[in-house]
């Protein structure tokens, strides 16, 4: 068994980095730059002590055989910073509650449907906080063919976001009128909590992809919120999203980004920013996609 003593005292060198930044970006396009050598570090002690490594040259070693492919699964959970809120960047609800529902109401009402993704969901408060505003706005979708699909690379916060129980201190930024509705109190290891009502997870469905890989979807989205996720990604990363995104955009559908993410020149990619980070879809725009990226297979509950 590795001593404790002895990794918290393993080093992580630059060369070591580099070949852990190596397997990072190519599970999924994270960037871990010299500059991280302390972070990296100090998140990965935790799996070395998990693993019983000793050093970061043996956890490398783990990772890169066949026999490591779930720990790079956990490596990927602990570099990712998963810290997100409820109702983050209210100006984005606003067009969805002012602009999108309306169009949906329209094709429901015509018989189609109305779906949203949460594309890097987090702990899952973005997609809650979708399902609430929407709710508020007009109580009849929760019998309407309405569903939002919830996805994250880290599997951890996906089996968080479907056990819906949030320490109360996670719940900052939900109204009270929403609070009193969409939450009840329970007790969460003797930590006051609440968990959001059965009519609300029934509209979600919570799943874990990686937006590097081939996506299974087989439809197309009224609107797509991926924020503070491609920042984390280096230039081209980015430029290979963009098409996607647009490709699994209904023709009036929205691209919601953080509010430090940019499409770059977004009429050559098909959108036209339609405010804050939002970023309506061009329909007359030709997305030609490489084979790489096309769609395939599906993820059950997400039609």
């Known amino acids: 068994m ?148 919830a996805t994250d690379v880290d599997p951890k916060v996906i089996a968080f976001a479907r056990d819906a129980v949030y320490p109360d201190r996670m719940l900052q930024g939900i109204p009270d009128h929403l609070r009193k509705r969409f939450l009840q109190p329970v007790d969460n290891a003797g930590q006051p909590a609440h968990k959001m009502t059965d009519a609300l997870r029934q509209l979600i469905r919570f799943k874990e992809l990686n937006l590097l890989k081939p996506w299974p979807m087989n439809h197309v989205f009224d609107a797509i919120f991926c924020r503070n996720v491609v920042i984390y990604f280096d230039s081209p990363t980015q430029d290979a999203l963009w098409p996607r995104f647009h490709s699994v955009l209904a023709p009036d559908g929205v691209l919601f980004l953080g509010h430090s993410e940019r499409v770059p020149a977004p009429e050559a990619l098909g959108f036209c920013m339609s405010g804050p980070t939002a970023y309506d879809k061009s329909p007359t725009f030709d997305t030609n996609l490489p084979d790489t990226f096309k769609r395939q297979g599906k993820l059950n509950g997400t039609s």
């Open 2 to 149: 590795t001593d404790v003593r002895q990794d918290l005292e393993a080093e992580l060198s630059l060369a070591t980095l580099e070949a852990l930044h190596q397997v990072s970006y190519h599970e999924a396009g994270l960037i871990l730059a010299p500059e991280k050598v302390r972070m990296v570090q100090s998140r990965l002690r935790h799996r070395l002590r998990e693993t019983k490594t000793a050093t970061f040259e043996g956890y490398l070693a783990l990772i890169r055989s066949d026999a490591g492919t779930d720990e790079r699964r956990m490596m990927i959970s602990a570099l990712t910073t998963n810290v997100s809120q409820f109702f983050r960047e209210p100006h984005h609800f606003d067009i969805l509650g002012d602009k999108i529902l309306p169009r949906a109401q329209v094709k429901l009402k015509a018989g189609g449907r109305f779906r949203i993704w949460s594309a890097g969901c987090s702990n899952g408060q973005e997609a809650f906080s979708i399902a609430m505003h929407l709710l508020d706005h007009d109580p009849s979708l929760q019998d309407a063919d309405f569903r939002i699909l």
